[in-house]
């Protein structure tokens, strides 16, 4: 039976819908708001199309929630412009509301570190232009928070991957060229520890954070697979799909330079230092308080895989 409160999601993606999905399966009032009517939504759901740069409409969607998740994007070579409108519009709309903000973040605004894991305490010392409008963001968010508007949660995922999950460096052009029997592309180097989040778990996470007064006030690295090298990912894909998986590497130089004639590849190659040295997330802070919820490795690239085989269509 669902309570009586309403769990309002901003965007309908991947992390959105899997997020719907376990709210439900938790008994939650759940509300889904986008720009487009989602392809599919669990049963019970309600679901608003909404242009959320209208502010009028974006707080009249999230009227009666008790919790607000942020899981809105932005298309990747327009981040800077199109974003932070967007989690504006979101943050008064939960204020408005009177809710709990729980907002999805990758980790950009962290920028290189050197190799050194990654913690809530690292400083958003990003260098490159999306990450800098990541850290800008978060900052934002910070200030609404210490201002007294909104009460919020931060959630933080490295690269994504799973079931549905195509536009990411752990998606198409490795999983369904492995299913193809065609190489991985790759960016970087592959024998570097790479942690990857499974959405399962960043939905999964996001919940807690949602549903936990301890959440509320602080930035959390959510859990998810251990830390592997990329090459070992692929290994476990190639265990999977029964056929070895080579690398078709992509030079970031090449990158670089198809980058002067296409905004994707330039917003790749900026972001290319995440693949030439160690980019570990460390998810003890949230483990200490919440306990482990990650999915193993093994079963996440099973799933993923099993999805790309049935679904997935090659590149």
């Known amino acids: ?81 199109r974003f932070p409108p967007l989690q504006r519009a979101v943050v008064a709309a939960a204020e408005k509301a009177d809710a709990l903000l729980v907002t999805l973040e990758n980790v950009y605004g962290y920028g290189p570190t050197g190799g050194v894991p990654m913690t809530e305490r690292t400083p958003l010392d990003a260098t490159t232009v999306k990450g800098r409008t ?20 931060i959630g933080r995922a490295s690269d994504f991957f799973g079931a549905g999950v195509t536009q990411s460096t752990l998606g198409e052009r490795v999983f369904a060229n492995a299913v193809a029997g065609k190489r991985a592309d790759f960016i970087g180097n592959p024998d570097l520890p790479h942690t990857y989040s499974y959405v399962p778990d960043i939905a999964r996470g996001l919940a807690v954070l949602g549903s936990d007064e301890r959440a509320v006030g602080q930035v959390w690295h959510l859990p998810g697979p251990q830390t592997r090298t990329t090459r070992a990912v692929l290994e476990l894909i ?5 056929h070895p998986v080579a690398i078709r590497p992509v030079p970031t130089l090449v ?29 003890s802070k949230y483990e200490a308080m919440f306990g482990a919820s990650g999915t193993s490795m093994e079963v996440a690239i099973k799933e993923t895989v099993a999805w790309y085989q049935n679904t997935g269509s090659a590149t």
């Open 1 to 81: 039976m669902s309570d009586s409160q309403v769990h309002v999601i901003f965007g309908a993606g991947q992390v959105g819908h899997t997020l719907a999905a376990r709210l439900v399966e938790d008994g939650k009032n759940v509300r889904v708001v986008s720009l487009h009517r989602p392809r599919s939504v669990p049963a019970g759901v309600d679901t608003r199309v909404v242009d959320v740069t209208d502010a009028d409409a974006a707080a009249a969607a999230a009227a009666g929630a008790s919790v607000v998740y942020q899981c809105l994007n932005a298309p990747y070579t327009d981040w800077p412009k």
């Open 134 to 153: 990541r850290a800008a963001m978060t900052r934002e968010l910070m200030a609404a928070s210490e201002a007294g508007r909104v009460r919020i949660a």
């Open 238 to 242: 190639a265990g999977d799909v029964g």
């Open 255 to 283: 990158l670089r330079t198809l980058g002067l004639f296409n905004p994707m590849m330039r917003g790749l190659a900026e972001m290319a230092y995440e693949f030439e040295e160690p980019f570990v997330l460390d998810t």
